[in-house]
């Protein structure tokens, strides 16, 4: 079975679930369009199955970088931020990876618009074929370790 990542974003109020995607040269970038969801509008069985449905997406062998690639503007758009810098400011991450019936949680640590985020390793929880509402408990658990 091949890992599949998705982050979680918690940013102004709002839940942003973004897929990624690894190339051939192990590069994860995101990969379709961030899901959008109201922090207090949404149960924790609802943010578990956008993560799940993020989690589906992620796939092996997109397309490598190129000088002019620009694997966040999917997100940029949405939110209709001009720069990755805006958007890092004051947001929160959990990353969820998931291989086989293993699903794993990392807090980050925002480490602003050039350095992005970073695992917070200390912080890290492993589940065994979460349900959505256990996966989406456990991630808003998570966003308390994440600064």
């Given at each position: 079975?091949?890992g ?19 190339t ?29 449905a ?7 062998g997109v397309?490598?970088l ?38 794993e ?6 480490e ?15 589940l ?9 408990t ?10």
């Open positions: 079975m091949t599949q990542l998705a982050s979680v974003d918690l940013r102004q109020g709002e839940y942003l679930v973004c897929p990624y995607s690894r051939a040269k192990g590069i994860w970038v995101l990969d379709g369009k961030p899901v959008r969801l109201s922090e207090t509008g949404t149960t924790a069985e609802q943010l578990g199955e956008a993560i799940d993020a989690l589906a997406q992620s796939r092996e397309e490598e190129t000088r002019d690639s620009q694997p966040a503007r999917p997100l940029l758009d949405l939110l209709q931020v001009p720069d990755y810098a805006t958007y890092a400011k004051g947001t929160r991450q959990v990353e969820v990876y998931r291989d086989g019936d293993t699903v949680l990392t807090p980050q640590r925002n602003g618009g050039r350095r992005g985020f970073t695992p917070i390793d200390t912080h890290m929880q492993t065994t074929n979460p349900s959505p509402y256990q996966l989406g456990e991630v808003i658990t998570a966003f308390h370790k994440a600064v």
